[in-house]
């Protein structure tokens, strides 16, 4: 009997099932440049979609477009949370970013964003750096996120990094009743732009660290680093950092690296860190409650970036975005109270007030509103 294939039809009620909850989904396609990319637009009722553009060797399409779907849901809540008038959005580009990348390529991309005509800005993310936009950035206004010299906010990594600085204060607090961190015990995940700085203000604070990257370079100026502060860096292999006994687990990698195989390994009392979807499944925030682990949802934690690329669009101002950054202290306070006082989930917390304050905003928007775009748009 010869096999029965799905229709045409099928595939593709298939596809927009994935993408139901999601405004719309851009697949760019440049062979000229071997461009390879999809842009998600989630939700733009705070504003223009705004998210960082992700590069990676993805094995399949199917994989990009999971993981681009996700990061981008992610990006609406952590607008709502960073209290910035943008949606969520994100793109990733297929390819490997120490191979694939070209000026050609990011122009093509540059094209692309403009073809949105406003309805989605983006900058860095994992495997892209400040120098890939200045070349989109001739192609289109709407890049947030450009170096210094070319009227940018800069490096979006310095204020995501002390985000998550002042999140685990939070959770010090939280935990122990002051915002100590000096003598505690970290374990990283992933020592790229945002790790490694984390690390660096980890050591500065007196702490101790596990850490591991795929990167061997990357362990070893860290472990370097530490021995010339004067404090201990243990450097341990891939999977090894999920039991490593310590006070915080911080992915600063790549997402759900929480889940059922992991849970059942940490040895810690908090996780705070960089990385984007942390948790598998939202019910993996259960698991971490039961086991008495406080979880600091990822999307606050690490919404220092954001509140830098949106932000530049004022004109780039430092003192004001390390004032925007601080505030995720307060916000992450707010979380953890919400989720003691209802019984619920530090995750469930987050979202209900972002999901308030996207209601309230839904209420507000007219019938007559103009189209959705950023209202200062100083570079157009
Ligand atoms: N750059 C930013 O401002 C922001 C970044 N994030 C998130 O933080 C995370 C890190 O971002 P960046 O530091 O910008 O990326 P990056 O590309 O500079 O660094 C990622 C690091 O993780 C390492 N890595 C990859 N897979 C790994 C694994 N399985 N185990 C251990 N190490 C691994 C890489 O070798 C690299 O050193 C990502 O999830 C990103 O989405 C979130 C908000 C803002
Ligand atoms: O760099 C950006 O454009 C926004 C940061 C971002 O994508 C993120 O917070 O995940």
Redesign the pocket.
């Known amino acids: 009997m010869s096999e029965i294939k799905p229709s045409a039809s099928s595939r593709t009620t298939d596809l927009f099932e994935k993408m139901q909850e999601h405004e719309q989904v851009l697949f760019c396609n440049d062979p000229a440049t071997g461009l390879k990319a999809i842009i998600a637009i989630h939700d733009t009722t705070l504003g223009p979609a705004l998210g960082?553009t992700?590069m990676r060797p993805y094995a399949t399409v199917e994989e990009a477009l999971e993981d681009v779907l996700r990061l981008s849901k992610a990006m609406t809540y952590k607008c709502a949370a960073a209290d910035v008038d943008f949606g969520g959005g994100k793109a990733v580009i297929i390819g490997d970013p120490a191979k694939d990348k070209t000026p050609e390529l990011f122009r093509a991309y540059g094209q692309f964003i403009d073809s949105l005509n406003g309805r989605f800005y983006t900058g860095?993310?994992?495997?892209t750096v400040l120098d890939d936009f200045v070349h989109a950035c001739k192609e289109t206004y709407c890049i947030a996120g450009l170096p210094e010299e070319y009227g940018g906010g800069g490096e979006?990594?310095i204020p995501?990094a002390l985000g998550v600085l002042y999140s685990m204060k939070a959770v010090a607090r939280t935990l122990w009743g002051h915002e100590e961190l000096s003598g505690k015990r970290f374990a990283i995940?992933?020592?790229?732009?945002?790790?490694f700085k984390v690390a660096e203000h980890l050591l500065q604070e007196g702490a101790d660290l596990c850490v591991?990257?795929?990167?061997k370079t990357?362990v070893d100026q860290v472990v370097e680093r530490a021995g010339k502060l004067g404090r201990t860096a243990t450097a341990v292999k891939?999977e090894e950092i999920y039991g490593i006994e310590a006070d915080f687990f911080v992915p600063?990698?790549?997402?759900g690296i929480i889940n059922d195989h992991t849970i059942g390994q940490l040895k810690v009392q908090a996780i705070a860190g960089?990385?984007?979807n942390q948790l598998l499944h939202e019910s993996h925030a259960l698991e971490l409650k039961r086991k008495g682990i406080l979880y600091a949802p990822d999307y606050v934690v690490?919404s220092g970036?954001i509140m830098q690329v949106s932000d530049e669009l004022y004109g780039p101002n430092k003192e004001r975005v390390l004032a925007k950054t601080k505030a995720i202290y307060h916000s992450l306070l707010h979380v953890f109270s919400e989720a003691k006082e209802k019984n619920i989930t530090t995750v469930e917390a987050a979202n209900l007030i972002c999901e308030q304050r996207i209601q309230s905003r839904k209420g507000r928007n007219s019938f007559f509103s103009p189209r959705k775009r950023a209202k200062w748009q100083i570079r157009h």
């Open positions: 960082g992700r860095t993310d994992m495997g979006t990594s995501t995940q992933g020592l790229g732009k945002v790790g591991t990257d795929v990167d990357a891939g600063c990698a790549v997402g960089a990385a984007n690490n970036g």
